[in-house]
């Protein structure tokens, strides 16, 4: 229930992942276009997340390492 094959995502948005209570597993992957370089990629840091959006701190320490 409530799975969905695909998503559009919009460029320039915070991507995070995880299981539903009680799941064993995912299947997961992502498709770019225009093609993905890696000089574009931007990886933010817990901390700077947590002072740009302060009222997702539970999701952002859920889904960031420390």
Do not use: N
């Amino acid at each position: 229930a409530d799975q969905q094959v695909q998503v559009i995502i919009d460029r320039a948005t915070w991507q995070g992942t995880r299981l539903v209570p009680g799941g064993d597993w995912a299947l997961m992957g992502a498709t770019v276009s225009p093609g993905f370089e890696f000089s574009d990629l931007e990886v933010a840091s817990r901390k700077e997340l947590l002072l740009q959006h302060p009222k997702h701190a539970d999701a952002i320490l859920q889904f960031t390492r420390g």
